[in-house]
Every structure is written in structure tokens, then in C-alpha cells.
């Protein structure tokens, strides 16, 4: 018969922030806190910027054209952490789009807007989700 | 009320097996790192080794493997005001397997390049 835990918070006894979780193949383990994403945001870039959803993101600001700041509000614990991205458009009108990133600190990530090329533009599909250490 | 539950490892009831976590997956590796100069990570989870493969072209490995070679990953572009501007890709040539992967950036103008802050993340199922 399956089994359902019913519970609030996990946390570690041996390392509070630390849970080892089976992997799917039943022959090793994998760091459960590890493979949680810390924050991710989808947002629309054009006209007055706006997060349509999001997790442990505290504000979005247009900073110029194809440009955002973002800032995260449970802090990593330095900006060594890894962000993976996308952007997109809302309907077909041809053409490349990309999310680069620019500067990043503990508590901050800010990317760009790209159409075909080195153009920076505002654009209204822009997601991405950050991996690493909170502080 | 809210439950506290203190443990140091979760597995199936067997003992053996994963447990489903509701709605959500983990990811299974990241790498945040260098194609500049002699690569390097600068931090990662589940990568045990990166290798310089050419211009623009990055093979990491996995500390432990996946189960197959379907697993997705996720990259990032980079934007080097003046330099480069560009996207991470998933090698066609190299393509992955269970055990690493390789990416390669290349600018829009599809040229291989060194580029710095690379960024990847894969889910999918591990051995």
C-alpha cells in the first residue's frame, strides 16, 4: 500500500539544510535541496514590465530597453549560482529572441532581452530560474 | 499545527526506492562556469569534471549518471557588451549520454566562441 507523508518543513539532522532523496534508478542519492530551483520568474518585458508568476523574487524593474533588474528576496549566499533561461514572443511574428545574462549578486540577477542578434529589445515572454546556495 | 519532520534521508517505503515529491521534480545537475582561458566551474551540483573540447566547446561530466540519455537541459545566453552575444546549445555532434554533456556556444552569427558565465541545468531521471 503507498504511503503519504504529511508534513510542513523537512529538515536535516545531520546538516539541517542537507536531505538525501533515492533516485529514480533505486541504485543512488541525490541532494534533494541541491535540485531545488531558489527562484524563477516569468514576466512580460513590453511596455510597464510585470511578473506574471514567480518564486522568491521581491521586485522586477526595467532598467532600458530589453533591460531588468531582478531582485531576490531570500538572498544566495554568494552569486555563484546558476541561471538558465528563456524568452519568447506572444505571437508568430518571425525573428530569433534570447535571454542573456548581465551582472548578478547575492540578492540580485539582471538579464537582457535579445531580437536577431546583438539588439537588445523589450520583449513579453522572458523566464528563468536560478540553482545554488541560499545564504 | 504545523509538523517539523527532521531526517537525514527520504527514500520509498522499501527503503529503497525514490519517493514522489507532489507536483514538482529536482534537478539533477547544474554548472555555473568558464569557457575563458583555461575552463573552469565556478559552482555546481552533480558535475565531477569539465573538459575543454575547443573554441566555445565545454564536455562535463557527471558525479553520478542518469539513467538514459533523455534527461533535458536548460542553458542560458550571454551577453559580453562589445565582445560577444550569443547562446548555449546543446552539442548535435557530441550529443549527450547518461553519464555527461557537452555545450557549446555559439555567437548569433552561429561562430564558436570562449564565453563566460555559461549556465546549465538538467532534469530527468538518474540511474
New interface residues.
Partial sequence: M??I??????????TSG???????????????Q????KAWINFNGTGTVAIRDSFNIASLTDAGTGNYNCAISSDFGNA???????AGEASDSGG?R?????AKTSGTQNV?G?Y???STADLPEMC??C???LA | M????????????AG????GLTKQ????F???FEQDGTQAI?????ASSIADAGTGLTTIAFV?SM?DASYII??????DSGSY?G?ICVSHDVPPTASQVQLDFLK??EALADAE?C???AHG???
Fill in positions: 503507498a504511503s507523508l504529511k508534513v510542513d518543513t523537512l529538515t536535516g539532522v545531520t542537507s536531505i538525501s532523496v533515492t533516485g529514480e534508478g533505486n541504485s543512488t542519492t541525490t541532494n534533494l541541491q535540485g531545488l530551483a555563484n549560482f546558476s541561471t538558465s533561461g528563456a530569433n534570447s535571454l542573456g545574462l548581465r537582457r535579445f536577431d542578434g546583438n528563468f530560474h540553482m545554488g546556495d | 504545523t509538523s517539523v519532520l527532521n531526517v537525514d534521508t527520504i527514500a520509498d517505503k529503497t526506492g525514490p519517493v521534480s529536482a534537478a539533477k547544474f554548472a555555473n565556478t559552482k555546481s551540483f552533480n553520478s539513467g536548460t542553458t542560458n545566453s550571454t551577453h552575444v547562446s548569433f552569427s558565465l549556465m546549465a541545468t531521471d538518474l540511474a
